[in-house]
């Protein structure tokens, strides 16, 4: 099972998502685009509030200060699952990263949008997939 983080990062009653191209028929990301909390997958002896910290640096270029556990997601068909945390950062821009682990020379993530903030308790709730990933029309 895949193991993932998401870190949720508000102000002023937005929330910070990170633009993503999906992989085409050729595998290379040049798809649909859509939307997506930052994270990704946690690392070998890594613990889920440091692969939280590791990711939103790459991703955004932002330092948590603190990460708070907020609920565990198990993914549809058995396949992981992913830990949303609740991340403080420092002031400042977000500023567009890179994802390292990715092996293609095509970009997968293509940029950082600030949308209306889902409310706390969405998060918790039966329906907050729609919120993790959002599809861009």
Do not use: N
């Not at 930052?38 to 070998?44: A, D, F, S, Y």
């Not at 613990?47 to 939103?56: F, G, I, L, N």
Request: charged share 30%; aromatic share 4%.
């Amino acid at each position: 099972m895949r193991e993932r983080v998401a870190a949720i990062i508000e102000r002023d009653g937005l929330v910070l998502m990170v633009r993503h191209r999906s992989k085409d028929a050729s595998g290379r990301h040049v798809g649909q685009e859509y939307l997506t909390l930052p994270g990704g997958g946690i690392e070998p002896g890594e613990t889920s509030a440091d692969a939280v910290r590791r990711e939103v640096a790459e991703e955004v270029c932002l330092r948590v200060t603190d990460a708070t556990f907020v609920r565990r997601v198990e993914h549809r068909q058995d396949v992981g699952a992913t830990s949303i945390f609740r991340a403080h950062v420092d002031d400042g821009p977000a500023a567009l990263g890179t994802d390292p682990e990715l092996e293609c020379t095509c970009p997968r993530l293509v940029g950082l949008e600030w949308i209306p903030a889902p409310g706390r308790g969405d998060w918790e709730g039966p329906d907050v997939w729609s919120h993790l990933k959002v599809a861009i029309s």
